[in-house]
C-alpha cells in the first residue's frame, strides 16, 4: 500500500512499470494498493488533482485493471475493501493457472485497487477551530501538545477511543483470546518484546531459543518461524 503524496515520488512512480518484469508462469505476483485521500504535507496530491477515470486511464496505461474502494463510512469500507481483495486474488490466481497450466503466455493485465477515502478518516474533524479531517492538516500529526494542553488531550483520548480499544486488549494490554486464534500458530511469533519473548496463538509468552521459537501450547516440540535479530 502506498500513499498517493508517497507516489508521487521518482523511484515509485517508475515502480507501476515493474509488471513488465513479471512472468505469470514462474513468478510470484504483487498486489499494489494507493491509498487516495486527496492530501501530501501542505497541498493536494498529483494524482488527487485528476479525476477517477483519468486514473483509471493512467492505470490502464501501466499495465493494471484498477480496482475502486471509495466511501467515507467505515462499516461499508470495511466490505468493499473484502469484496475487492476477493476480486484481485481470484484474478491474480486465475492469470497464474493459466499460464502455467500451459496456456499462451503473454502480458496480463495485473489487478491493482484505488483505496479512496478521506484526509484523516476517523481523526478529529477540527482542533482549535481548523479542519483536520479531509484536510493536510491532518497528516501526520495534528496536535502535538498533548501532554501540556489538556484540551488536546481530551481530544486525543476521544480519538483514540472511538476505536474501542477493550473490545481488542484485556487489563493487560494484551490482545484478547478470541481474536489470537486467527493467528497462524506457524507465524505465532508476531508480538515480540523486548525480553525476547513473543506472544503466541495461545496468548501466552513462548520462550525464544537463539534462532527458534517453540509453542507451548500446541506443540511443544514444533519450533515456530524462526525471529530475526
Request: hydrophobic residues 35%; positive net charge.
Amino acid at each position: 500500500m502506498i500513499g498517493d503524496g508517497e507516489a508521487e515520488t521518482g523511484p515509485l512512480a517508475a515502480s507501476w512499470h515493474s509488471n513488465k518484469f513479471l512472468n505469470p508462469r514462474s513468478d510470484g505476483a504483487v498486489l499494489p494498493i494507493l491509498h487516495l485521500n486527496g492530501y501530501k504535507i501542505a497541498s493536494p496530491s498529483v494524482l488527487a488533482r485528476i479525476g477517477i477515470e483519468e486514473l483509471d486511464s493512467l492505470m490502464t496505461g501501466y499495465g493494471h485493471r484498477m480496482i475502486l474502494v471509495e466511501g467515507s463510512e467505515p462499516e461499508g469500507m470495511h466490505q468493499q475493501m473484502a469484496a475487492a481483495l476477493d476480486e484481485a486474488f481470484g484474478e491474480i490466481r486465475s492469470i497464474q493457472e493459466d499460464a502455467r497450466a500451459g496456456g499462451h503466455l503473454h502480458r496480463p493485465r495485473w489487478p491493482m485497487i484505488v483505496l479512496k477515502s478521506p484526509k484523516g478518516w476517523t481523526g478529529p474533524a477540527e482542533v482549535d477551530g481548523r479542519k483536520m479531517a479531509g484536510s493536510w492538516r491532518s497528516h501526520q500529526v495534528p496536535f502535538s501538545d498533548p501532554a501540556s494542553n489538556p484540551k488536546h488531550l481530551a481530544i486525543l483520548e476521544r480519538w483514540l477511543q472511538s476505536y474501542q480499544p477493550r473490545r481488542l486488549f484485556d487489563a493487560n494490554g494484551a490482545p484478547r483470546q478470541e481474536l489470537l486464534r486467527f493467528v497462524p500458530c506457524a507465524i505465532g511469533a508476531w508480538a515480540r518484546t523486548r525480553t525476547r519473548t513473543a506472544a503466541c496463538c495461545c496468548g501466552t509468552s513462548c520462550y525464544r531459543t537463539f534462532a527458534t521459537m517453540r509453542c507451548r501450547c500446541r506443540n511443544p516440540h514444533t519450533p515456530m518461524r524462526s525471529l530475526p535479530g
